[in-house]
Every structure is written in C-alpha cells, then in structure tokens.
C-alpha cells in the first residue's frame, strides 16, 4: 500500500513495511472462491476471517477449511500442530517419514494446503503489482487484489497456461516488491470450547490417519 504519513499507522504490519491484509480461499482446480481484501497491514487474520463470517462466508455443512498456522484450529478450520514439522520441506518432500499421528497429519495437510500456496504464488507472478506500493487512491489500491482474483479464475476457466510464467520478463524489479510478514504468525483465540472441540476433531482424524498408516 501507498498511503499517506496521517494514514499509515493501521497498515503498517509487523515488518514495518506498508500493506493490506486480505485473506483467499480456493479449491483444488487453484480457483478462487472468495477474497476478502482491503484490511489494513496491522489487521489479524482472526479479525479478518471473523469479519468475512459476519458478512456472509461460509462453511459448507459437515466440511472444513485447511488453514496455515497463523490461525486458530477450530472445527471450521482445521490448522496444523504446533511444535511439530508441518512444512513439505521439513520432510524433505517424501524422504523423511513421519514418526507420530501428528506429524502425519502436518504433512498430509501441507501436501492438501499446497494448492492454495501455488495459487496464491500463480496470482502473484501473474500480477506482480500485488508486491508493490501504487499511487492510486486506496479505495482503488484495495480492489486491486480481488480483480487480480477474478482475472486468475477468468484465466483459469480458459484454460489458460501458468508455465509460461516462469519465462517472462520483469516488468516490475523485484528490488521494489515489499518486504511482508510470513502467513504463520500464531495467534490467540477467545473462543476456548471451539478450540477444544477443533483439537478434538483433528485429535480423532489424525490418530485414525496413523492407525492406517501403521
């Protein structure tokens, strides 16, 4: 984000730098199917994801969403165990088994959670204006991530290809892209009894993972 020096305090997020906070999900085609956008920098993801429940997200009955450890793990959003290996290079991409339930199902849910990191990452080579600070007026600044989305889907549905990506010039040097914070910054959640009925559910998917496994 640009914004002015009276402005900047809400966006300033734990790197210092200026941005907004927006928060996507998507499926397994690596479509998305919702944005939430236009959060100041220093918002936390449980006020953003709190925010997008109140004004009409939604979980489908009997399912849930995978989410990276920067959020609570409820029975709505099933996050990985803390304290153990959950990123796919931590197990040396399929070299390293897993040693207990836990660590069976952060690898299981990173290799599932894969996809809505190589969206995101698509998205940004697409629209390497994500990274950086615009001159447009912040209501506009803000709608820039959700119509780099619908351009993503619109592409998607075309079949468009995304290998090209990795052949392209820099139209933008990535000497300007802004420094910004990793995804997995652990938060507080209020809700305890959500908490302890998520852990429950994931307690139960996880051992039952192990037993087959075993």
Same mark, same amino acid.
């Given at each position: 984000?640009? #914004?002015?020096?009276?402005? /900047?305090?809400?966006?300033?997020?734990?790197?210092?730098? +200026?941005?907004? *906070?927006?928060?996507? /999900? &998507?499926?397994?085609?690596?479509?998305?199917?919702?944005?939430? &956008?236009?959060?100041?920098?220093?918002?936390?993801?449980?006020?953003?994801?709190?925010?997008?429940? $109140?004004?009409?997200?939604? #979980?489908?009955?009997?399912?849930? %969403?995978?989410?990276?450890?920067? %959020?609570? $793990?409820?029975?709505?959003?099933?996050?990985? %165990?803390?304290?153990?290996?959950? @990123?796919?290079?931590?197990? =040396?991409?399929?070299? @390293?088994?897993?040693?207990? %339930?836990?660590?069976?199902? $952060?690898?299981?849910? /990173? #290799? +599932?959670?894969? @996809?809505?990191?190589? /969206?995101?990452? !698509?998205?940004?080579?697409?629209?390497?204006? +994500?990274?950086?600070?615009?001159?447009?007026?912040?209501?506009?600044?803000?709608?820039?991530?959700?119509?780099?989305?619908?351009?993503?889907? !619109?592409?998607?549905?075309?079949?468009?290809?995304? $290998?090209? +990506?990795?052949?392209?010039?820099?139209?933008?040097?990535?000497?300007?892209?802004?420094?910004?914070?990793?995804?997995?910054?652990?938060? @507080?959640?209020? *809700?305890?009894?959500?908490? !302890?009925?998520?852990?429950?559910?994931?307690? =139960? !998917?996880?051992?039952?993972?192990?037993?087959?496994?075993?």
């Amino acid at each position: 984000m640009t #914004v002015t020096p009276d402005k /900047a305090a809400p966006f300033r997020n734990r790197k210092g730098t +200026l941005s907004q *906070n927006f928060m996507v /999900a &998507c499926d397994f085609d690596l479509n998305f199917t919702f944005i939430s &956008c236009g959060w100041e920098g220093s918002a936390t993801e449980a006020r953003v994801l709190q925010s997008a429940l $109140n004004r009409g997200f939604r #979980v489908p009955e009997g399912k849930f %969403y995978l989410v990276d450890g920067g %959020y609570a $793990n409820t029975t709505s959003f099933l996050a990985p %165990y803390r304290g153990v290996r959950h @990123h796919l290079k931590e197990f =040396g991409h399929g070299r @390293h088994q897993p040693q207990n %339930y836990k660590e069976l199902f $952060n690898l299981r849910h /990173a #290799v +599932l959670r894969n @996809h809505v990191e190589r /969206a995101i990452g !698509i998205l940004k080579k697409r629209f390497p204006i +994500l990274r950086v600070g615009t001159f447009h007026q912040i209501e506009n600044q803000v709608k820039i991530p959700a119509g780099a989305a619908n351009f993503h889907n !619109i592409i998607r549905m075309h079949k468009g290809d995304d $290998n090209w +990506l990795d052949n392209q010039p820099n139209n933008i040097p990535p000497t300007e892209f802004v420094d910004l914070p990793d995804d997995n910054h652990h938060q @507080h959640d209020s *809700n305890q009894e959500n908490n !302890i009925l998520g852990d429950n559910l994931r307690d =139960g !998917i996880a051992r039952r993972m192990w037993d087959d496994f075993q």
